[in-house]
Protein backbone atom coordinates (compact mmCIF):
# COMPACT_ATOMS: atom_id res chain seq x y z
CA UNK A 1 0.00 0.00 0.00
CA UNK A 2 1.43 3.40 -0.79
CA UNK A 3 0.40 6.50 0.40
CA UNK A 4 0.80 10.02 -1.06
CA UNK A 5 0.19 13.36 0.77
CA UNK A 6 0.27 16.51 -1.05
CA UNK A 7 1.07 19.82 0.54
CA UNK A 8 2.35 23.36 -0.61
CA UNK A 9 -1.09 24.46 -1.89
CA UNK A 10 -2.45 27.69 -1.32
CA UNK A 11 -3.96 31.58 -1.78
CA UNK A 12 -1.56 33.66 -3.99
CA UNK A 13 -2.29 36.41 -6.55
CA UNK A 14 -1.59 36.44 -10.50
CA UNK A 15 2.08 35.83 -11.51
CA UNK A 16 3.12 34.74 -7.84
CA UNK A 17 5.01 31.36 -7.43
CA UNK A 18 4.26 28.41 -5.74
CA UNK A 19 6.32 25.08 -4.95
CA UNK A 20 3.66 21.92 -4.12
CA UNK A 21 5.06 18.88 -2.68
CA UNK A 22 4.17 15.04 -2.55
CA UNK A 23 5.97 12.70 0.22
CA UNK A 24 5.06 8.94 -0.59
CA UNK A 25 5.86 6.06 1.90
CA UNK A 26 7.01 2.86 0.88
CA UNK A 27 10.21 1.75 -0.25
CA UNK A 28 9.66 1.75 -4.07
CA UNK A 29 9.13 5.70 -4.87
CA UNK A 30 12.37 5.26 -6.93
CA UNK A 31 11.15 2.55 -9.06
CA UNK A 32 7.97 4.66 -10.30
CA UNK A 33 7.30 7.23 -12.73
CA UNK A 34 4.99 10.11 -10.71
CA UNK A 35 2.77 12.66 -12.17
CA UNK A 36 0.61 15.65 -11.22
CA UNK A 37 -2.53 16.16 -12.30
CA UNK A 38 -5.12 19.00 -11.79
CA UNK A 39 -9.24 18.78 -11.46
CA UNK A 40 -10.45 22.66 -11.66
CA UNK A 41 -14.61 23.01 -10.95
CA UNK A 42 -17.20 21.60 -13.04
CA UNK A 43 -14.05 20.35 -15.00
CA UNK A 44 -12.26 16.81 -15.41
CA UNK A 45 -9.24 15.99 -14.22
CA UNK A 46 -6.44 16.99 -16.48
CA UNK A 47 -2.53 16.40 -16.55
CA UNK A 48 -0.16 18.36 -15.85
CA UNK A 49 3.22 17.17 -15.60
CA UNK A 50 4.71 13.48 -15.59
CA UNK A 51 8.47 12.53 -14.26
CA UNK A 52 10.46 9.30 -15.09
CA UNK A 53 11.63 7.57 -12.65
CA UNK A 54 14.98 8.27 -12.61
CA UNK A 55 14.13 11.63 -13.05
CA UNK A 56 15.90 11.97 -16.49
CA UNK A 57 12.65 12.28 -18.37
CA UNK A 58 9.39 15.24 -18.03
CA UNK A 59 6.86 15.13 -20.35
CA UNK A 60 3.82 18.47 -19.38
CA UNK A 61 0.88 19.76 -20.66
CA UNK A 62 0.40 22.38 -23.49
CA UNK A 63 -0.55 24.76 -20.65
CA UNK A 64 1.97 24.81 -17.93
CA UNK A 65 5.25 24.11 -20.44
CA UNK A 66 7.89 27.02 -19.83
CA UNK A 67 6.07 27.76 -16.14
CA UNK A 68 5.93 24.67 -14.47
CA UNK A 69 8.82 22.28 -13.47
CA UNK A 70 8.25 18.93 -12.06
CA UNK A 71 11.03 17.09 -9.95
CA UNK A 72 11.79 14.50 -7.88
CA UNK A 73 14.02 13.64 -4.81
CA UNK A 74 14.49 9.68 -4.77
CA UNK A 75 16.40 10.29 -1.21
CA UNK A 76 13.45 11.80 0.44
CA UNK A 77 10.14 10.28 -1.50
CA UNK A 78 9.26 13.28 -2.85
CA UNK A 79 7.85 14.59 -6.24
CA UNK A 80 7.73 18.21 -6.44
CA UNK A 81 5.54 21.03 -8.60
CA UNK A 82 7.42 24.48 -8.70
CA UNK A 83 4.75 26.54 -10.12
CA UNK A 84 5.78 30.08 -11.90
CA UNK A 85 3.79 32.69 -13.41
CA UNK A 86 0.70 31.55 -12.28
CA UNK A 87 -2.56 32.30 -13.76
CA UNK A 88 -6.23 32.40 -12.27
CA UNK A 89 -6.96 29.80 -14.53
CA UNK A 90 -4.17 27.55 -12.74
CA UNK A 91 -6.44 27.47 -10.03
CA UNK A 92 -7.35 23.64 -9.25
CA UNK A 93 -7.04 21.09 -6.60
CA UNK A 94 -3.55 19.73 -7.44
CA UNK A 95 -3.13 15.61 -6.98
CA UNK A 96 0.10 13.74 -6.93
CA UNK A 97 -0.19 9.92 -8.81
CA UNK A 98 2.08 7.14 -8.87
CA UNK A 99 3.02 5.29 -11.86
CA UNK A 100 1.38 1.32 -12.13
CA UNK A 101 4.40 0.41 -14.04
CA UNK A 102 7.62 -0.22 -11.95
CA UNK A 103 10.57 0.77 -14.10
CA UNK A 104 8.62 2.09 -16.90
CA UNK A 105 10.17 2.94 -20.11
CA UNK A 106 7.81 5.63 -21.03
CA UNK A 107 6.22 8.59 -18.90
CA UNK A 108 2.44 8.40 -19.22
CA UNK A 109 -0.16 11.77 -19.30
CA UNK A 110 -3.42 9.03 -18.96
CA UNK A 111 -4.57 8.99 -15.86
CA UNK A 112 -5.66 5.44 -16.44
CA UNK A 113 -1.91 4.63 -15.78
CA UNK A 114 -1.40 6.02 -12.15
CA UNK A 115 -2.58 3.67 -9.57
CA UNK A 116 -2.02 5.69 -6.67
CA UNK A 117 -3.49 9.00 -5.49
CA UNK A 118 -2.98 11.72 -2.56
CA UNK A 119 -5.75 13.71 -1.64
CA UNK A 120 -4.79 16.91 -3.09
CA UNK A 121 -3.82 20.19 -2.12
CA UNK A 122 -5.90 23.42 -3.39
CA UNK A 123 -4.14 26.14 -5.67
CA UNK A 124 -6.10 29.66 -5.77
CA UNK A 125 -4.59 32.28 -8.07
CA UNK A 126 -6.46 35.48 -7.90
CA UNK A 127 -6.52 38.12 -10.77
Known amino acids: QVQLVESGGGLVQAGDSLRLSCAAS????????MAWFRQAPGKEREFVAAISWSGSSTYYADSVKGRFTISRDNAKNTVYLQMNSLKPEDTAVYYC????????????????????WGQGTQVTVSS
Open 97 to 116: AKDSSRLGLRVEKSARQYDY
Open 26 to 33: GRTFSMYA
